[in-house]
């Protein structure tokens, strides 16, 4: 019995009525981009592997543990399968594989080969060893037999293929059929193989395409928003899944476009807040921190080795780790058990040297003045590892343990990191999935919109003029809903109360008269109205 297949662990359906706040939520994202003058970018949903590996850092969770990774096996390489099938059955079979030099170019084989016993070979290289490849090589064979007026037995086939990646052994002949073998070479016979990896998370993406595009060579600043799925291997949850929506925005450019500016900062996380504003997310909090320079943070891992050495063996697996390997991580930390230890472990401020406390000190400074509320979180230093100075997240109370619905900071130095020219830079990217749970739950419901009228064709041979005249009518900017003629009165009505404000009837005598009949459900009155009328009047109702 074949069982339903349903959506994989962490991703799900989106489905109307709720998808009209998700194109709500990004009209009013676009809209909001477009008037700080953002431009929208687009980027490829998998890349190289090592992009995130470099960018988002190895030792995070993020790479270390949650991305869908796999390997793309490249171009096919008959020629070096070719070459490693006949050094290896040289080697074997001295006396069988005697004379290469036989007419090939007839033949659908990639290679013919007289046998020590008199008969012939016909070889073919393929990727896949599959039905149809079995097939041209037994037409093959076919005709080979046909051309050379050979005698059915001592003409045979064989399929030479890769082996699965990640078998081993001896490669063996395996005869499939009386006159057709195959034959799996272990060894990697795909050019240019490469690990590719669905994206989790965008940043790495963009500044990736930063460098390629050459973007920094215009001068300018560039600020650039994108809207898309991401793809992260946690354990889902109440806002927590698989494939999410971010709604991110970076700005970046070379240093003398003004990049390294602490009112950047302070500019986007006013954005930030008109954004939530708009969308009408009421009681957010704005969490900052900086974690200042390279230099700085590795102050900071020096004093907080120093601090976490003596107590260590208290806390969790993770942060024993994370306690030699990359000590910043045990501030994200959220066993509830470990929290008092690291309270009590020193603060990033106090390893932030003079330039960085200032730009810091600007930041705010530049937010106190538009009237943008923060609260300093010491703790906050962000799970990807390209962060320097500014860091933030805004956070909702009606989210519960997911509790982030956006997060962001600077990364002055990821371009080099990739390889690119200097390029600081500051972004964030909101989770829009937790952005329509917090809506959700303001707004207890979603309202579907009705449509402003159904029309309902009496009879089946009044389909086609019901289509026409919702064709008019659509085309005249009304919503229609178009019933079926094979549908009772009593049907029609209640697919129309559910559907529509309004129901037009559509009969031959209307069809006759050009005069229908509309009720409106609110009202319950019935009307008739002429075709003339009838745009007019439904809009009106
Ligand atoms: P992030 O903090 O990893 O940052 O993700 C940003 C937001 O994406 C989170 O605050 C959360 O709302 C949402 N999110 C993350 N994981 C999930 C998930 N599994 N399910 C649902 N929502 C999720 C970044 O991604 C950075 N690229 C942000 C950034 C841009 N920094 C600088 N520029």
Redesign the pocket.
């Known amino acids: 019995m074949s069982h339903t297949l349903k959506a994989v662990r962490g991703t799900r359906d989106l489905l109307p009525p709720e998808t009209a706040l998700w194109n709500r939520i990004e009209a009013t994202a676009r809209s909001v981009f477009a008037r700080y003058n953002f431009g929208e970018i687009r980027t490829p949903i998998f890349e190289d592997t090592g992009l995130f590996a470099r960018g988002v850092g190895e030792e995070t969770d993020i790479v270390s543990k949650e991305m869908y990774t796999w390997e793309d096996r490249g171009r096919f390489d008959k020629v070096s399968l070719s070459r490693s099938w006949l050094t290896d059955a040289r080697s074997k079979h001295p006396g069988w594989v005697r004379n290469t030099h036989l007419p090939q170019e007839k033949s659908d084989a990639d290679a013919v080969y007289q046998n020590s016993d008199g008969g012939f070979t016909l070889v073919c290289f393929v990727e896949n060893a599959t039905a149809v490849a079995c097939q041209s090589l037994a037409t093959a064979i076919d005709e080979y037999r046909n051309r050379q007026n050979c005698t059915a037995y001592n003409v045979r086939g064989l399929l030479v293929h890769p082996a699965d990646i990640g078998s081993e052994g001896i490669p063996v002949e395996i005869q499939i059929h009386r006159d057709i073998a195959v034959y799996p070479v272990p060894g990697n016979f795909f050019a240019s193989r490469q690990s590719l990896t669905l994206r989790p ?3 790495a993406g963009v500044v990736r395409s930063y460098i390629e595009n050459k973007l920094g060579e215009t001068g300018q600043l560039q600020k650039l928003y994108y809207i898309g799925p991401q793809f ?1 291997r ?1 354990r889902p949850q109440k ?3 698989r494939q ?1 929506s ?1 709604i ?1 925005a ?1 700005v970046i450019g070379p240093p003398s476009a003004g990049s390294e500016s602490p009112l950047r900062d302070a500019e986007v996380l006013e954005m930030l807040a008109t954004l939530l504003d708009e969308l009408g997310i009421a009681g957010w909090t704005l969490h900052l921190n900086s974690v200042g320079s390279a230099a700085d943070r590795e102050r900071y891992n020096q004093a907080l080795r120093a601090a976490l050495a003596p107590v260590a063996g208290q806390l969790c697996a993770d942060c024993q780790r994370r306690a030699v390997t990359n000590p910043l991580r045990v501030l994200d930390c959220k066993v509830p058990e470990d929290q008092p230890i690291i309270d009590a472990l020193p603060v990033i401020a106090d390893s932030l040297d003079g330039e960085s406390k200032n730009h810091f000190a600007a930041v705010t400074a530049a937010l106190d003045a538009a009237g943008v509320p923060y609260t300093r979180n010491h703790r906050l230093v ?3 590892d390209y962060y320097t100075r500014t860091t933030f ?1 805004f956070t909702h109370g009606g989210l519960g343990a997911q509790n ?6 600077r ?1 002055d130095g990821l371009s080099e990191m990739l390889g690119g020219p200097r390029a600081p830079g500051i ?5 829009e ?2 952005l329509i749970l917090t809506l959700l739950a303001q707004e207890s419901a979603v309202q579907q919109v009705l449509a402003d009228a159904y029309i309902a064709p009496l009879g089946e041979s009044v389909n086609a003029a019901a289509l026409a005249l919702a064709r008019q009518l659509r085309r005249e900017g009304l919503k229609i809903e178009l019933g079926d003629g094979s549908f009772r009165l009593k049907k029609s009505f209640e697919a129309a109360d559910k559907a529509a404000r309004q129901i037009v009837i559509l009969g031959e005598d209307e069809l006759q008269s050009g005069i229908l009949t509309v009720k409106d459900f609110a009202t319950g009155i019935q009307t008739k109205v002429p075709r003339s009328e009838l745009t007019a009047f439904l809009l009106n109702a």
């Open positions: 998370e965008n940043t992260r946690e806002g927590r899944y999410f971010q991110g970076e962000r799970g990807l997240e982030a619905l956006l997060g962001g900071g990364y972004g964030f990217a909101i989770g999935d937790r």
